[in-house]
Nanobody
Framework: QVQLIESGGGLLQAGGSLRLSCAAS????????MGWFRQAPGKEREFVAG????????FYGDYMKGRFIISRDNAKNTVYLQMNSLKPEDSAVYYC?????????????????WGQGTQVTVSS
């Protein structure tokens, strides 16, 4: 069992930056993928970024690469999402999740555990 708690969301203006954190507790194996998803009102939950827990390999959604950076601190059991040059269309609830299968990074159904989400609102 893994518990995830996100933090760092908020309201900011377009062009700004924000760093989200996801604190994990429970058993996390090196092969696990830690992912960030987001969901805007009326839209599907979409993949943002993922990172393998041990090696730190990363993968990004098509529209996030270059603006968002995912990282992890194994000692703190925490995953981060640095978001830069934010746009109003980035407004959403951002969720942290764990994929124990180690594959299917972009597939929501591959993730076993989810946090409660943190709201990010970007004004124009």
């Amino acid at each position: 069992q893994v518990q995830l708690i996100e933090s760092g969301g908020g309201l900011l203006q377009a062009g700004g930056s924000l760093r989200l954190s996801c604190a994990a507790s429970g058993r996390i194996f090196g092969s696990y993928v830690m992912g960030w998803f987001r969901q805007a009102p009326g839209k599907e939950r979409e993949f943002v970024a993922g990172i393998t827990w041990s090696a730190g390999n990363t993968f990004y959604g098509d529209y996030m690469k270059g603006r968002f950076i995912i990282s992890r601190d194994n000692a703190k059991n925490t995953v981060y999402l640095q978001m830069n040059s934010l746009k109003p269309e980035d407004s959403a609830v951002y969720y942290c999740a764990v994929n124990s299968a180690g594959y299917g990074w972009t597939q929501r159904g591959r993730y076993d555990y989810w946090g409660q989400g943190t709201q990010v609102t970007v004004s124009s």
